[in-house]
């Protein structure tokens, strides 16, 4: 595959909300992201996603935007955007934001003009349907759930019309049939790459287009979670080249698309193959949940965490190229998923190892580099998240009897506020995020868990972060690391995720314990080779034995190989 400077990119995602106050007002700005580009920098990333900063009445966060050409006015204005990118760019950080094409706020000018009337000629920037009327009854135009619980439908009085929202019921979906949508996309999309973006992470890239508006009989809910109705559609594919031979393909950027639950290899390729796809890479969720129950406990599943891996990786080889992310703002925290409490440093370290060695562009997401964890909810009121307060209220009206207590506990699990929570900058009030009171509750293991503390500390996560970055950007394992053809070895192994990165002669192994116990990975899994020498590991006197490495709890090692044929 040809080149290009993001399969060199190490990217951060910024959560701008949670990441830093600058102004007392307890909600994270991108003053806040300028003020901390040189921690970013020191850190090594050489990329950022910033999650949205339109202008938006915040109902989710920012991703109902009301105005594509303004600033939220809590995060700054289009100047402070404009220093962030100046020195982002000093600092030799690219920037890339989100391009959310599915939906805007109902607060948006088009919105707001649309539901006026029949014939307003902004009606067809959205979709409206007439009510469904059975045996007198009136019914929502299908029984589609939308994503945040619920119907996928919203009545708006002024025409007494459905209006589709997949998401929250301030985020109407637009019509991507309309010529006059696909135009003010292309025309915004321009307005942001002239500015100096290096590209776009493309929000529910796969939702552009529904299937015909027909009762889905998948399950008997009252409304059906059938996500294929609105998922991975030909047309998609159709309005995303548009936007590739009219936008994307003019500028010397990167596209990384979101194509959620669900998508195959196969659809994944339609997107981002490099011959016929029309983004450069997509974000799969596949990896998320690979959990098992094992004596009523939920154990990390190694193989099937390989399984997803192999499959996409393998299945893009040669055709396209990955994103590697543990988590996004959207995702539990990789800690609590994943890692091991009882050996907390040792396997966040082991989890970064398993992940970052991996083919593939990386994105860590803010606080993963200190190892935050979720965040112990019991209360509806603790919740920010549109999401989960609707899950849990949906709950809690559908099953009498059942407390909010145990609503919550359905719910918090998958809860997206666990990534949301202010990012633990020292031990000092509010972990340093804000001095003013904080949107949503800061962790309370923030004493412990800070940036401050682990970047003093050689042997911190943090450092270990560092390290990753450096071998894989600066080191003279630069070449293998970036372009490496990739190879899992003892796959069947459910204590480690153990693979080979290999570039004409040069080969790297990268060996990762998921165990608590001492194991052993053996010479005899890697046909070919034979051990070289030890170049990174996060204990310090990791070693090997003339046939094997031992593996103390969550030890990750990565060592040179000698090909032996
Ligand atoms: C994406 C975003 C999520 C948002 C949704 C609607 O999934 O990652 O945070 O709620 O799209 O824009
Ligand atoms: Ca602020």
């Given at each position: 595959m040809k080149r290009k400077w993001w399969m060199e990119s190490f990217g951060y995602q910024i959560y701008i909300k949670s990441?830093?106050?600058?102004?007392?007002?307890?909600i994270g700005d991108l003053e806040g992201v300028y003020e901390k580009l040189d921690y970013l920098h020191e850190l090594g990333v050489n990329l950022i996603w910033l999650v949205p900063f339109y202008k938006?009445?915040?109902?989710?966060n920012g991703y109902d935007?009301?105005?594509?050409?303004?600033?939220?006015s809590e995060y700054g204005t289009l100047e402070t955007f404009k220093k962030v990118l100046d020195k982002a760019n000093k600092l030799n950080i690219k920037v890339i934001i989100d391009l959310i094409l599915n939906h805007t706020s109902d607060e948006h000018y088009w919105f707001q003009e649309s539901r006026k009337?029949?014939?307003?000629?902004?009606?067809?920037y959205y979709i409206w349907q007439p009510p469904r009327i059975i045996e007198g009854k009136e019914y929502e135009p299908t029984n589609w759930s939308s994503f945040f619980g619920g119907s996928c439908w919203k009545k708006d009085e002024i025409t007494g019309y459905y209006f589709m929202k997949?998401?929250?019921?301030?985020m109407p979906d637009l019509n991507w049939e309309s010529e006059k949508v696909q135009q003010e996309m292309i025309k915004m999309a321009k307005w942001w790459l002239d500015?100096?973006?290096?590209g776009f992470r493309i929000d529910?890239?796969?939702?552009l287009s529904r299937a015909p508006f027909e009762d889905s009989n998948?399950?008997?809910?009252?409304?059906?979670?059938?996500f294929s109705k609105y998922s991975?559609?030909?047309m998609v594919h159709e309005y995303l080249k548009l936007l590739d031979d009219q936008?994307?393909?003019?500028?010397d950027i990167m596209t990384v698309g979101e194509?959620?639950?669900?998508?195959s290899v196969e659809s994944g390729l339609r997107y981002?193959?490099?011959?016929?796809?029309?983004?450069?890479m997509v974000f799969n969720f596949d990896h998320n949940w690979c959990t098992k129950k094992v004596n009523g406990e939920e154990v990390t599943d190694v193989v099937r965490l390989k399984y997803v891996f192999r499959k996409w990786i393998y299945g893009f080889k040669g055709k396209g190229w990955n994103p590697l992310y543990w988590?996004?703002?959207?995702?539990?925290?990789v800690m609590s998923m994943y890692g091991d409490m009882d050996y907390f440093e040792k396997s966040a370290k082991m989890l970064a190892n398993t992940l970052y060695f991996i083919k593939g562009t990386p994105f860590i997401y803010q606080g993963e580099e200190i190892g935050m964890t979720n965040y112990p909810f019991t209360k509806l009121e603790e919740f920010r998240d549109v999401s989960t307060i609707n899950h849990i209220k949906f709950s809690l009206e559908n099953n009498p009897g059942l407390t909010e207590e145990e609503a919550v506990k359905w719910h918090v699990g998958n809860s997206r506020d666990h990534a949301r929570i202010?990012?633990?900058?020292?031990?000092s009030r509010n972990a340093g995020f804000t001095?003013?009171?904080?949107?949503i509750n800061v962790h309370p293991n923030y004493k412990e868990i800070n940036v401050e503390n682990q970047m003093k500390d050689p042997n911190s996560i943090w450092n270990h972060y560092k390290n990753i970055i450096n071998l894989k950007?600066?080191?003279?394992?630069r070449e293998v690391l970036i372009y490496g053809d990739f190879e899992i070895v003892?796959?069947?192994?459910?204590h480690n995720f153990s693979y080979i990165r290999r570039l004409k002669d040069k080969a790297i192994l990268v060996v990762n314990s998921f165990s608590n116990q001492n194991r052993r990975f053996m010479?005899?899994?890697?046909?070919?080779y034979e051990f070289d020498e030890?170049?990174?590991?996060?204990?310090?006197?990791s070693h090997i034995s003339p046939k094997s490495i031992p593996l103390r709890p969550y030890e990750a090692v990565v060592l040179s190989l000698k090909l032996t044929k």
């Amino acid at each position: 595959m040809k080149r290009k400077w993001w399969m060199e990119s190490f990217g951060y995602q910024i959560y701008i909300k949670s990441f830093y106050d600058t102004n007392g007002d307890g909600i994270g700005d991108l003053e806040g992201v300028y003020e901390k580009l040189d921690y970013l920098h020191e850190l090594g990333v050489n990329l950022i996603w910033l999650v949205p900063f339109y202008k938006s009445p915040m109902d989710d966060n920012g991703y109902d935007v009301s105005d594509f050409y303004e600033v939220a006015s809590e995060y700054g204005t289009l100047e402070t955007f404009k220093k962030v990118l100046d020195k982002a760019n000093k600092l030799n950080i690219k920037v890339i934001i989100d391009l959310i094409l599915n939906h805007t706020s109902d607060e948006h000018y088009w919105f707001q003009e649309s539901r006026k009337s029949l014939d307003n000629p902004y009606r067809e920037y959205y979709i409206w349907q007439p009510p469904r009327i059975i045996e007198g009854k009136e019914y929502e135009p299908t029984n589609w759930s939308s994503f945040f619980g619920g119907s996928c439908w919203k009545k708006d009085e002024i025409t007494g019309y459905y209006f589709m929202k997949i998401f929250s019921d301030k985020m109407p979906d637009l019509n991507w049939e309309s010529e006059k949508v696909q135009q003010e996309m292309i025309k915004m999309a321009k307005w942001w790459l002239d500015m100096g973006i290096s590209g776009f992470r493309i929000d529910a890239a796969s939702h552009l287009s529904r299937a015909p508006f027909e009762d889905s009989n998948m399950t008997n809910d009252r409304y059906v979670p059938d996500f294929s109705k609105y998922s991975n559609l030909p047309m998609v594919h159709e309005y995303l080249k548009l936007l590739d031979d009219q936008v994307f393909s003019k500028y010397d950027i990167m596209t990384v698309g979101e194509v959620g639950g669900g998508a195959s290899v196969e659809s994944g390729l339609r997107y981002a193959s490099k011959d016929y796809g029309q983004l450069d890479m997509v974000f799969n969720f596949d990896h998320n949940w690979c959990t098992k129950k094992v004596n009523g406990e939920e154990v990390t599943d190694v193989v099937r965490l390989k399984y997803v891996f192999r499959k996409w990786i393998y299945g893009f080889k040669g055709k396209g190229w990955n994103p590697l992310y543990w988590l996004n703002h959207d995702h539990p925290r990789v800690m609590s998923m994943y890692g091991d409490m009882d050996y907390f440093e040792k396997s966040a370290k082991m989890l970064a190892n398993t992940l970052y060695f991996i083919k593939g562009t990386p994105f860590i997401y803010q606080g993963e580099e200190i190892g935050m964890t979720n965040y112990p909810f019991t209360k509806l009121e603790e919740f920010r998240d549109v999401s989960t307060i609707n899950h849990i209220k949906f709950s809690l009206e559908n099953n009498p009897g059942l407390t909010e207590e145990e609503a919550v506990k359905w719910h918090v699990g998958n809860s997206r506020d666990h990534a949301r929570i202010p990012m633990q900058w020292n031990s000092s009030r509010n972990a340093g995020f804000t001095e003013g009171t904080p949107w949503i509750n800061v962790h309370p293991n923030y004493k412990e868990i800070n940036v401050e503390n682990q970047m003093k500390d050689p042997n911190s996560i943090w450092n270990h972060y560092k390290n990753i970055i450096n071998l894989k950007l600066n080191s003279k394992y630069r070449e293998v690391l970036i372009y490496g053809d990739f190879e899992i070895v003892d796959y069947n192994n459910p204590h480690n995720f153990s693979y080979i990165r290999r570039l004409k002669d040069k080969a790297i192994l990268v060996v990762n314990s998921f165990s608590n116990q001492n194991r052993r990975f053996m010479q005899s899994k890697i046909k070919g080779y034979e051990f070289d020498e030890i170049i990174f590991s996060n204990y310090e006197d990791s070693h090997i034995s003339p046939k094997s490495i031992p593996l103390r709890p969550y030890e990750a090692v990565v060592l040179s190989l000698k090909l032996t044929k």
